[in-house]
């Protein structure tokens, strides 16, 4: 079964720069998306296709993959970016055919 | 809006059955594959279920086969899922979630709410 593997927690001060980081046996092959979960919210979509981003989704928001790791990176931190944030492949020769990492809470200080 | 709307959930029993519907709305719904997916309290998110458009194609995890039927009436513009011989390790907020529609696509563009599921005694 394919595994990614977050860092379960990522804290930054408002202004600067979060870095989430998303690892898998050559993730870079994969196509991988991230979503936003607000306290007491369903997840929301912001990356696909690795770095494209939904309508509505700022251009602070970015992603980046290669090798064995995917990033999502959220430049000038705001208060309301303060999350857990998931990645998601799909992997056909796993039992979880759409596959989540273990997740990563932001904490904006 | 375009929305998905769970219901269905509640207390049941270990072994009991309970039967999870999504209400589809300003969309062509018949047009893409739905899903469920879990997160049980304090855990990440878990994929249990898909189901194509057309509803002739379904997948399942392993933690889920053979209990859980996933089902879809797109006359209704509604999901199912049929939960049977529940454990207590299926409480979790249950979310149902549009595949996004492009062939090739493998994520989820539209999610749900929720609803929230507590197997126990």
């Known amino acids: 079964s394919y595994v990614l593997t977050q860092p379960p927690s990522v804290s930054v001060a408002p202004g600067e720069t979060a870095r989430i980081t998303c690892g898998g046996n050559?993730?870079?092959?994969?196509?991988v998306q991230w979503y936003q979960q607000r306290p007491g919210q369903a997840p929301v979509l912001v990356i696909y296709?690795?770095?494209d981003r939904p309508s509505g989704i700022p251009e602070r928001i970015s992603g980046s993959n290669s090798g064995n790791t995917a990033t999502l990176t959220i430049s000038r931190v705001e208060a309301g970016d303060e999350a857990d944030y998931y990645c998601?492949?799909?992997?056909?020769?796993?039992?979880?055919?759409?596959?989540f990492g273990t997740g990563t809470k932001v904490t904006v200080l | 809006q375009v929305q998905l709307v769970e219901s269905g959930g509640g207390l049941v029993k270990p072994g009991g059955s309970l039967r999870l519907s999504c209400a589809a709305s300003?969309?062509?719904?018949?047009?893409?594959?739905m899903t469920w997916i879990r997160q049980a309290p304090g855990e990440g998110l878990e994929w249990i279920s898909s189901i194509r458009g057309d509803g002739d194609t379904i997948y399942y995890a392993d933690s889920v086969r053979g209990r859980f039927t996933i089902s879809r009436d797109n006359a209704k513009n509604s999901l199912y899922l049929q939960m049977n011989s529940l454990r207590a390790e299926d409480t979790a907020v249950y979310y149902c979630?549009?595949?996004?529609?492009?062939?090739?696509?493998?994520?989820?563009?539209?999610w749900g709410r929720g609803t929230l599921v507590t197997v126990s005694s």
């Open positions: 979630a549009r595949v996004a529609p492009r062939v090739g696509d493998r994520y989820f563009d539209l």
């Open positions: 300003k969309f062509t719904f018949r047009d893409y594959s």
């Open positions: 050559n993730i870079g092959s994969k196509s």
């Open positions: 296709y690795d770095r």
């Open positions: 998601q492949v799909w992997d056909s020769n796993s039992d979880h055919l759409y596959v």
